[in-house]
């Protein structure tokens, strides 16, 4: 109970809809009890010209109705009753609009508000966060999972009140006609319920076990849309269909239980309904064989019963979707409760414009148990250029992502200016780096739009000049759309070394004073290296640089050269004095002679 309603928050801020489409379903499960009660003077009065009988005391005006329709001529009371049925079915039609219209939008409400809570909550969350999930999984949350929500609160809410209000309604009918038989006819009802609560349970276990699934199918449909360039070379494609078919049939599989269950719960409840019903039949049958009890009354007090199976049938159905969407609220949920790693502080501070220095004092950092950084200090001027290189997975990475703050470390600080950076808002420390990594993270969208990320509303001519000094725009003035051509998804309209030259004239643009070059012409050919590190050295002037395992010019150029190994400085001076050393720097230096004729650094 506790898990529903924690997922009845997301109704919240549509309780005014809410209450006006239950305030519809009310009046329409009102008018199908009230059409069902047209049998009694109908098969009575109308059709038999008999007197309507009900063994029960009735209510003084409720008599005095009754005794109405008794005195009153069959004729005229089938031209009454003709003209009623008609106003009946018109409203009962009017309020049942309503109802699935407006409980429709609702869904469709909190489908969207849950979309976008989730996607803003994705935005706040650390790096960290990322790589513990797959993109596939969150994409599952963001759509199939919100989906189940709002079915079990637009469909399911629509019939757990509206079937609500029929049991109510229809077992108020029932004690009305005959008391003493509708309380034996209650008894009954608790068994009509049995296969719910024995589903229950099962079938929150296999939706959560299908939901899991899925978010396997939509793993993989990301990663080989996305690497299908790799899937190609290597001729994987069986392979990936295998995954993906196996994955699927799972997924299958687990839904076609859940379906199996949810199906079997309908003619279990409607059998045992029946059962009753067969029960109650034959004692009230009795009732109007010893003139107890009118035949109409008979009628509708069968009908009523009758009609409590239906609504017993549907929540049954209601219940189903509902744990299905207590799983996807769950999954949903651990997305909104994740508190990030990195947090702003509630009194950070603009940082103003760097003018002095970075910093690192007695800096460690580690990813859950394994050491990645330990003990690092080091400074560096505005204006200088330091490298940072070594061995494959030393942390050099790791260590520039912790100047935005993308990663805390676990110990230690970051100053800038003599500013603990974690006292610093985000948003004044990130606007005043400009980061090019390795893999150039580009948008579906115009190469304008790309190249002017982060800057709405810049002018054209300042985007072209960021692109003629990243020598982007030659390439892009032969686009067919020029400066407007869409790039598609992660730019994959381009070259490597066009994709570079764009995020370097995006770097441009926000003319940052410190600047992140991670490996960023590690992956390009001879020429396109040439062409980006031409870009690259106009757009490190007058800036503080940080280079992780650059080109060997700009690394010999560097004011001072870091060297990594074990998360450890094990070396630090400029290119000269380390090759005189002959440390790990000098052999790194000498294998990059050897195997690629002195053109970088391996990282």
């Not at 309503?98 to 706040?124: A, H, N």
């Not at 759309?481 to 643009?509: F, M, N, V």
């Not at 640089?545 to 060297?563: D, G, K, P, Y």
């Amino acid at each position: 109970m506790k898990e529903y309603l924690r997922l009845l928050r997301f109704l919240k801020p549509h309780l005014g809809l809410f209450f006006i489409a239950a305030a519809c379903m009310a009046f329409s499960a009102l008018f199908d009890g009230i059409s069902l009660s047209m049998m009694v003077p109908l098969t009575d009065k109308v059709l038999t010209n008999k007197q309507i009988v009900i063994p029960a005391k009735l209510p003084p005006f409720a008599q005095s109705f009754i005794d109405l329709m008794n005195s009153t001529e069959p004729a005229k009371l089938l031209n009454i009753m003709a003209i009623w049925v008609l106003v009946l079915f018109l409203l009962k039609g009017l309020f049942a609009f309503f109802q699935s219209y407006l409980m429709s939008d609702i869904g469709q409400r909190i489908s969207r508000d849950v979309r976008s809570l989730l996607y803003q909550k994705l935005q706040t969350l650390s790096l960290d966060y990322f790589t513990q999930k797959r993109s596939g999984e969150l994409v599952s949350r963001i759509t199939h999972d919100v989906k189940l929500i709002e079915n079990a609160l637009s469909y399911g809410l629509t019939d757990l009140i509206y079937q609500g209000l029929q049991v109510v309604l229809f077992t108020f009918i029932i004690f009305f006609i005959y008391p003493k038989l509708a309380m034996v006819s209650l008894v009954l009802l608790p068994l009509i319920s049995l296969p719910i609560v024995m589903l229950s349970k099962a079938l929150r276990r296999l939706s959560k076990k299908s939901q899991e699934k899925m978010a396997d199918v939509t793993s993989i449909l990301s990663e080989t849309i996305f690497g299908n360039r790799i899937v190609k070379a290597f001729s994987m494609e069986k392979y990936e269909i295998d995954r993906f078919n196996r994955n699927n049939h799972d997924y299958y599989k687990f839904l076609m239980k859940s379906i199996k269950r949810t199906l079997i719960s309908g003619p279990a409840t409607e059998f045992i309904g029946a059962a009753g019903g067969i029960f109650v039949f034959v004692w009230a049958g009795k009732e109007v064989i010893k003139g107890n009890l009118s035949f109409g009354v008979f009628g509708l007090f069968i009908g009523s019963l009758l009609s409590l199976v239906r609504p017993f049938k549907k929540l049954s159905q209601v219940n189903a979707l509902n744990q299905q969407a207590l799983a996807a609220g769950a999954r949903i949920y651990e997305v909104l409760d994740r508190q990030p790693t990195v947090a702003e502080k509630p009194n950070a501070i603009e940082l103003p414009p760097i003018k002095n220095s970075v910093a690192f004092e007695n800096v460690s950092f580690n990813y859950e148990d394994a050491t990645v950084l330990e003990d690092i200090s080091l400074k560096v001027r505005m204006g200088e250029v330091t490298a940072i290189v070594g061995p494959s997975g030393v942390g050099k990475s790791t260590l520039i992502d912790l100047i935005p703050r993308f990663y805390d470390p676990k110990s230690g600080r970051i100053l800038v200016d003599g500013i603990d950076i974690k006292d610093i808002t985000f948003k004044s420390l990130r606007r005043q780096i400009g980061i090019v990594t390795q893999e150039t993270i580009l948008f579906n969208d115009t190469l304008r739009a790309n190249i002017a990320y982060g800057r709405p509303g810049t002018s054209l001519e300042d985007v072209r000049r960021a692109a003629k000094l990243s020598y982007a725009d030659e390439f892009i003035s032969k686009m067919p759309q020029g400066y407007d051509t869409i790039i598609g998804d992660r730019g994959l309209k381009l070259s490597g070394g066009e994709k570079q030259r764009i995020a370097i004239a995006r770097a441009l643009l926000k003319d940052p004073p410190i600047l992140i070059l991670d490996e960023a012409t590690s992956q390009l050919d001879t020429e396109s290296e040439h062409i980006v590190q031409m870009a690259i050295d106009r757009l490190i002037q007058g800036r503080t640089v940080f280079v992780v395992a650059h080109r060997l010019s700009t690394v010999r150029m560097a004011n001072q050269i870091l060297v990594l190994d074990k998360g450890k400085i094990v070396e630090k001076g400029t290119h000269d004095e380390l090759l005189r050393k002959s440390g790990l720097y000098s052999r790194l230096y000498q294998i990059q002679e050897h195997t690629r004729g002195g053109a970088a650094i391996s990282a």
